[in-house]
């Protein structure tokens, strides 16, 4: 049974870190590109960022979109089926559900570029919830 499964997510005061992980299984996590991907309060899901395969396409470069470019960090460990995404200097604007999803198809830019419409990505994390809040 494919299965993403995220984790991490809580209550954490504006200026400070965290760490979101997504434990894969059922499948093996080499060959896919892997997104992180959010949504605020009354906002449309938007990437944050992504990574892609370099098993796969010979590309795994790592694509942030600007408003979290600089602090912040996604990494995968293939031998684990683990996806991380650190964070640092958080902000309100930061809260929401987080969720890791993976896709055969595109790059990293590809997927975290998509917009709600195109996030057509073969399998979703069912979202850990992070807030930024004094």
């Known amino acids: 049974q494919v299965q993403l499964v995220e984790s991490g997510g809580g209550l954490v005061h504006p200026g400070g870190s965290l760490t979101l992980s997504c434990a894969a299984s059922?499948?093996?996590?080499?060959?896919?590109?892997i997104g992180w991907f959010r949504q605020a309060p009354g906002k449309e899901r938007e990437g944050v960022a992504c990574i892609g395969s370099s098993i796969r396409n010979n590309d795994g470069r790592t694509y942030y979109v600007d408003s979290v470019k600089g602090r912040s960090t996604i990494s995968r460990d293939n031998a684990k089926k683990m996806v991380y995404l650190q964070m640092s200097s958080l902000e309100p604007e930061d809260t929401g559900v987080y969720y890791c999803?993976?896709?055969?198809?595109?790059?990293?830019?590809?997927?975290?570029?998509?917009?709600?419409?195109?996030?057509?990505?073969?399998?979703w994390g069912q979202g850990t919830e992070v807030t930024v809040s004094s």
């Open positions: 999803a993976v896709t055969y198809r595109g790059t990293a830019q590809d997927m975290c570029d998509a917009t709600p419409t195109n996030q057509r990505f073969d399998y």
């Open positions: 059922g499948f093996t996590l080499d060959y896919w590109t």
